[in-house]
């Protein structure tokens, strides 16, 4: 009954609205949330590393994997219990193989350290729903052609943004981010000086494997002037993609991002009048090399002593 799903709610922070479809959870796909969460603790001992005891192990997991991330692996999966277990089983393996990288901090990500002007892709404010939004130009990235270097790189920006997300739901007020939408993020990709060399489809199918890791947390991928060049690479990489990610991903032209046209008027409702502005300004300034020639995108915190 409803509640019951609303003190439950409370109770371990699931976001509302959060059965896929912008409405209330029932009491069964709350079970199942509870179902896969108890499994994945007792699935993610059993693979526990014999370097680090099994408490610090056991925080780390409830740290990682609340019954707010199994709703959405069940969400990414149709309510297909054994689908989202296999797929959470991956995941699971796969953050315990890489937790040495998972540790580092975003601004510790080492080809953009090692060379501020090596990569673009970063956060760079919020929306009008508090949802992380992410950038990054192709023009601006001059390392943009290392895959390895460039998928852990979007690792640390994944997790950043998971971080972010994590504390405005535990802000004081309790009332950030409670619904399943608000707890996503946007990705802009400006494609200004995209070029053949960008074609490779190893990135491509790196990330879509990589995003399969944080299912449910895309909000909007909007694709800034792309251009006819990326159409046979996008018809060669969409299949990669499910449909609630292919039905996240939106073109668009900076003319449009205005508070005339249709759809900047659409993404205004969307993401705010602010981040509008500011995506509307950057890719406008990025086509000119010499208002970008004094940009750095990577400086670490002032409290670091790494340069």
């Known amino acids: 009954n409803n509640s019951g799903e609303i003190l439950d709610i409370s109770k371990y922070d699931i976001a509302i609205l959060g059965n896929g479809s912008n409405e209330p959870l029932n009491q069964d796909e709350l079970n199942l949330i509870h179902q896969l969460y108890e499994w994945a603790v007792m699935y993610n001992k059993s693979i526990q590393s014999e370097d680090e005891d099994s408490d610090t192990q056991h925080t780390k997991h409830n740290e990682w994997c609340d019954r707010e991330t199994c709703r959405r692996y069940l969400v990414a999966r149709k309510w297909d219990f054994e689908a989202a277990k296999a797929q959470l089983q991956s995941t699971l393996e796969w953050r315990s193989t890489e937790q040495e990288q998972l ?3 975003l601004w510790q990500s080492p080809k953009a ?4 002007l090596a990569l673009s892709l970063r956060v760079v404010g919020w929306d009008i729903e508090g949802r992380p939004i992410v950038y990054t130009a192709f023009s601006q990235a001059n390392d943009r052609w290392d895959v390895d270097a460039n998928i852990l790189h979007l690792t640390l920006v994944l997790e950043a943004c998971c971080r972010m997300i994590e504390q405005r739901r535990q802000h004081e007020s309790k009332e950030l981010n409670r619904t399943a939408s608000s707890r996503q993020w946007i990705w802009v990709i400006d494609f200004g000086d995209f070029g053949w060399r960008d074609q490779n489809p190893k990135t ?33 990489i969409v299949p990669l993609f499910d449909n609630r990610v292919k039905e996240k991903i939106v073109f668009a032209k900076d003319k ?4 005339s046209d249709e759809m900047g008027k659409s993404l205004r409702n969307r993401l705010g009048d602010e981040a509008v502005d500011w995506i509307k300004a950057e890719v406008e300034e990025n086509k000119s090399k010499e208002s970008t020639i004094n940009k750095q995108y990577w400086v670490p915190p002032p409290s670091t002593n790494s340069g």
């Open 113 to 116: 350290l090692a060379n501020p």
């Open 204 to 236: 491509a199918l790196y990330t879509s494997r990589l995003l399969q890791r944080y299912p449910e947390m895309m909000y909007l991928v909007l694709l800034m002037n792309a251009p006819i060049l990326f159409s046979a690479t996008y018809k060669i």
């Open 103 to 105: 540790r580092l901090k």
């Open 256 to 259: 449009v991002l205005t508070t």
